[in-house]
């Protein structure tokens, strides 16, 4: 989305009549206002966000070269460029310029870009010298939880913890936290299919070699949730997801197990058979089976002549119907 920042920014007369706005004891910080307008102006901001961070951590973790899903796996040289990949590709998604200061410019802003891993433990972001008086945007992401946060803070000596590191940077007290503007404080990440996968389904992905193998077992176990790309090439640790999908579709079509996309009659048997409709670029799994003679609450699908629906575990295998994929 394009932004005209002369009709966000030049508007002093406005901006001045609430100066005074604000609760009663609290300063008003009119840079961090307009901040948080610019970044509001955005349409599904939370999406923006939230798929900012999950570019930054998939290319850092490089799930096709590496196999990797789980951050914990990054060496801490990975963990610390991992701050870097967020801001650039913060950048890139927002369209922002680069400060002369700090890491960006948002209308007469300077505003530096600060990341942090939670986990067990909460974010703690550290804050160099140099950011003393600008504003920070503050990101964090749990991928094991799939949320993330995003505020803002303007940085002063009130805010920060006393004690620093060798390079004197310092993190963000109790005390200054309260201070922070949240745009998000508990956001939605796209979730880490991979990490989410219970210990039963991640054995059996193990028990065959990477590669197209590997991928048949993902689609074979992995049924009712949304597949990504990255999960693909993860998985495979090798390049090009749709042709690892195609493959298994037919490699898989004995088993009755069905593997929807965004095209064609995909979208249609997903909605009909109650699942979650997959977008470009990411693909569900189920089995079918014909439906049974007498109704039994489960959705149906009519494929052809013959209706099918989610098969149960305990129900035998028989083909797949042929879908205009």
Not at 176 to 184: A, M, N, P, T
Request: charged letters at 30%; a neutral charge.
């Amino acid at each position: 989305m394009s932004i005209d920042e002369d009709v966000l920014f030049d508007e002093p007369q406005a901006l001045m009549a609430h100066e005074a706005e604000g609760t009663p004891g609290e300063s008003y910080d009119r840079g961090i206002e307009q901040v948080v307008r610019w970044f509001r102006s955005h349409t599904d901001l939370e999406g923006r966000f939230s798929s900012v961070l999950r570019q930054a951590l998939d290319e850092v973790l490089d799930g096709q070269r590496t196999g990797r899903y789980d951050v914990n796996d990054l060496e801490k040289t990975e963990k610390t460029y991992l701050g870097t990949k967020v801001e650039i590709v913060c950048r890139a998604a927002f369209d922002l310029p680069v400060g002369k200061d700090m890491d960006y410019r948002i209308g007469t802003q300077e505003v530096d870009a600060k990341f942090s891993l939670e986990g067990t433990r909460r974010a703690n972001w550290m804050i160099p010298r140099e950011a003393m008086g600008h504003l920070c945007l503050l990101m964090s992401a749990n991928d094991r939880e799939s949320t993330f946060r995003v505020g803002l803070v303007r940085i002063s000596e009130d805010i920060l913890t006393r004690g620093g590191n060798q390079d004197g940077k310092r993190s963000i007290s109790t005390f200054g936290r309260s201070h922070i503007k949240w745009l998000f404080e508990k956001g939605k990440l796209k979730s880490n299919l991979l990490l989410g996968l219970d210990q039963a389904t991640r054995t059996a992905l193990e028990q065959v070699p990477v590669g197209q193998n590997r991928v048949d077992q993902l689609f074979r176990h992995v049924h009712g949730r949304i597949i990504d790309r990255n999960t693909v090439v993860t998985v495979a640790k090798q390049l090009d997801a749709p042709k690892r999908v195609r493959d298994a579709r037919r490699r898989l079509a004995s088993e009755g197990v069905v593997i929807l996309g965004h095209q064609k009659d995909s979208p249609q048997v997903a909605r009909a058979l109650d699942l979650p409709i997959p977008d470009k670029g990411t693909w569900i799994a189920t089995r079918l089976v014909p439906a049974p003679p007498v109704g039994d609450g489960r959705p149906r699908v009519w494929i052809g002549d013959t209706a099918y629906v989610t098969a149960r575990p305990d129900e035998a295998r028989c083909p797949a119907p042929v879908i205009d994929y």
